[in-house]
């Protein structure tokens, strides 16, 4: 895609993204899966998504795998359904706009949920966004594991991702470093490029070399032009994760963007855990599943191959949150060993 395209696809213009000269707040729920969920548990999720969704999910080998990719599916959904009670969640419906993002819709209402999800192994993460349309179309979250594969120095991992990294950001992986610290910093690089690619709706396909990331002086040029007008939000999260009875750590590194117009980009850290209260949840994914409407009496929860049960909030607020997993070590590339 030329770099005309590009500007195109990303700002439509300031008043458009900006009305009436207020932001819609861009929020992440980080939900966490920190055990093996039961056939039960997994049916009953698996009932509340679209037919679509069901039958890829039945693809899926493994229940784990299918229910991180339902999770994903119906977060959008327990949004709505929870942070919007006034509008009932029967008129909400999925919309996709012709750059191939998805979004949330309502009849009675002017104003749309943007969102995008990511998922890993024990993290599913949804950013969204309440407003008009052109405000919250274009947002994306990526979330990435800090590990590295058993056998390699997190500076080989760093090196296979070279074909997505700029000649300046690679100097950031110095080879001076520890491995935290090269880890910590490559997966800030590559899920702030993700995130940004996913909310411009591009495909999978999308250069990353285009895209410059300068975090200390908290800029990001794309075809040698700087990047205007957007928003990243980043944190990590450590998770305690229950596996073969044993607990445990698992540390992944999340970033979100979003189209704001105009002509700044702001980066917002974990560093101000008072300000983050008000943009990030963690909740584990048990909470979830608790708060969801039961199957109507008779339906067979056994299997994934029942009708999509209508959704209906049956209580008020949001789902319960477990205690804040905000990882420590945070700011920029500025990590101690």
């Known amino acids: 895609?030329?770099?005309?395209?590009?500007?195109?696809?990303?700002?439509?213009?300031?008043?458009?993204?900006?009305?009436?000269?207020?932001?819609?707040?861009?929020?992440?729920?980080a939900v966490s899966i920190n055990r093996k969920i039961s056939r039960e548990e997994f049916a009953t999720c698996l009932n509340l998504v679209d037919p679509k969704a069901r039958v890829k999910a039945e693809k899926f080998a493994n229940r784990n795998?299918?229910?991180?990719?339902?999770?994903?599916?119906?977060?959008?959904?327990?949004?709505?359904?929870?942070?919007?009670?006034?509008?009932?969640?029967?008129?909400?419906?999925?919309?996709?706009?012709?750059?191939?993002?998805?979004?949330?819709?309502?009849?009675?209402?002017?104003?749309?949920?943007?969102?995008?999800t990511a998922r890993g192994d024990s993290l599913v993460t949804i950013a969204f966004a309440y407003g008009h349309k052109p405000q919250v179309v274009n947002i994306g979250v990526d979330i990435m594991q800090l590990i590295v594969p058993r056998g390699i120095s997190a500076r080989k991992f760093a090196d296979s991702f070279a074909h997505k990294l700029t000649t300046n950001e690679e100097l950031v992986l110095d080879t001076k470093l520890k491995d935290e610290?090269?880890?910590?910093r490559l997966c800030i690089l590559l899920t702030i490029k993700t995130a940004y690619i996913k909310a411009l709706g591009q495909p999978a396909g999308f250069d990353y070399s285009r895209i410059d990331c300068n975090i200390p002086e908290e800029s990001v040029m794309v075809d040698g032009k700087p990047l205007l007008g957007w928003e990243f939000r980043l944190f990590k999260a450590n998770l305690g994760v229950l596996r073969h009875g044993f607990l445990l750590e698992e540390t992944y590194q999340c970033s979100s963007a979003l189209y704001r117009g105009g002509k700044t980009t702001?980066?917002?850290?974990?560093?101000?855990?008072?300000?983050?209260?008000?943009?990030?949840?963690?909740?584990?994914?048990?909470?979830?599943?608790?708060?969801?409407?039961?199957?109507?009496?008779?339906?067979?929860?056994?299997s994934g191959t029942t009708a999509g049960t209508t959704m209906t909030s049956s209580t008020s607020g949001p789902p319960a949150s477990t205690s804040s997993n905000a990882g420590s070590g945070s700011g920029k590339f500025a990590i101690s060993a």
Request: hydrophobic share 35%; proline share 7%.
């Open 1 to 29: 895609m030329s770099n005309q395209q590009t500007q195109e696809t990303t700002t439509t213009s300031t008043s458009s993204a900006v009305v009436g000269g207020v932001q819609p707040l861009m929020q992440i729920w």
């Open 65 to 116: 795998d299918a229910f991180r990719y339902v999770l994903s599916k119906l977060l959008p959904s327990v949004v709505v359904w929870r942070e919007h009670p006034v509008l009932p969640p029967t008129q909400w419906c999925h919309n996709v706009t012709k750059n191939g993002k998805d979004y949330m819709g309502c009849a009675d209402s002017t104003q749309v949920l943007g969102y995008d």
């Open 181 to 184: 610290v090269i880890l910590r």
């Open 266 to 302: 702001k980066f917002v850290w974990e560093e101000n855990v008072n300000e983050m209260k008000n943009w990030l949840r963690f909740i584990n994914a048990d909470a979830i599943i608790a708060d969801l409407p039961k199957p109507p009496p008779g339906t067979n929860t056994s």
